[in-house]
């Protein structure tokens, strides 16, 4: 699988359109991701993309892209500078040692937490454009299966299918991963895999361009990843978009490999210096 490595070149990113951002909080930038108010800071501090003047992304540019993402928690940078970018039928797998960032990245791609720095673009527009439009174009599988115990499986799936705009068949997606049978019992007698094949299922039971996957496979016996994996292929075959996060070789053809902690700075304290003791209030980056 090829790698994507940092501020080189890549198939995934011309550099032509920006240059390299170097994470500064002493600096306070203004820009399309927001303000963030951190404990140690009196008053927000506000992040912009530095680009390159006159050398914008064609709004005609199509799929997903990141754009020198910075990522902070409990004070620590956890990345910076990382670009992505991912045109319809690819699939970009990120991978990394423990506490790189991955889960945190996927939450930020997901639009569930705010980047420090750097842009989100969906179709060649900011995501903040029009959030609502780029919520209903994403489905998103974190850690949690987001699944209602006292709900059967075939209402999990109808529950979260009415929530969307385009739906497909509630019974088609049980019967792809299994579970056909076990449509009308509730959910919380369920296994640990198969309470992920149903979050799993979701996919399948409404439609949406872009997945975004924390570890997909966890949990899960062969025969079930190998669905999975017919999923994604069936998906990326419609023109569709895949990031998936993974400790173990997912084996998607022709996907493309990000390794988040090569985006990790060599010195990780938000300010430079690490005061003994200080200790990290939050949870550990994944």
């Avoid at 011309?14 to 994470?23: A, E, G, V, W």
């Avoid at 005061?275 to 949870?283: D, P, Q, V």
């Amino acid at each position: 699988m090829p790698q994507l490595h940092p501020r080189g070149p890549t198939v995934l990113v011309s550099s032509d359109f920006f240059q390299p951002y170097t994470f500064s909080p002493e600096r306070h930038y203004i820009g399309n991701a927001g303000s963030l108010l951190w404990p140690s800071v009196e008053k927000p501090l506000a992040f912009s993309l530095h680009r390159v003047p006159g050398r914008d992304i064609p709004a005609t540019m199509d799929g997903f892209r990141g754009q020198d993402l910075a990522c902070i928690r409990s004070e620590r940078i956890v990345f910076e500078g990382l670009d992505f970018a991912v045109a319809p039928g690819a699939a970009l797998v990120l991978t990394g040692a423990n506490g790189s960032g991955k889960t945190s990245l996927l939450r930020i791609m997901a639009g569930i937490a705010r980047p420090a720095a750097g842009a989100l673009l969906w179709q060649g527009r900011p995501v903040g454009d029009d959030p609502e439009a780029f919520f209903g174009d994403i489905h998103y599988l974190g850690h949690r299966d987001a699944i209602k115990a006292a709900l059967t499986l075939r209402e999990n799936l109808a529950f979260h299918a009415a929530l969307r705009t385009t739906t497909g068949s509630v019974d088609a997606a049980l019967d792809r991963f299994g579970l056909a049978a076990l449509a009308d019992m509730p959910a919380r007698l369920l296994s640990a895999g198969q309470t992920r094949r149903l979050a799993l299922a979701r996919l399948l039971a409404s439609s949406a361009p872009l997945w975004l996957l924390d570890e997909p496979t966890i949990a899960l016996d062969r025969a079930s990843v190998e669905a999975v994996m017919d999923a994604i292929i069936a998906h990326r075959a419609s023109g569709g978009i895949v990031i998936a996060s993974t400790n173990v070789p997912l084996g998607m053809d022709g996907a493309v490999a990000l390794d988040v902690s090569a985006f990790s700075p060599v010195q990780g304290a938000l300010w430079g210096v690490e005061e003994s003791g200080s200790g990290s209030a939050g949870s550990e980056p994944r």
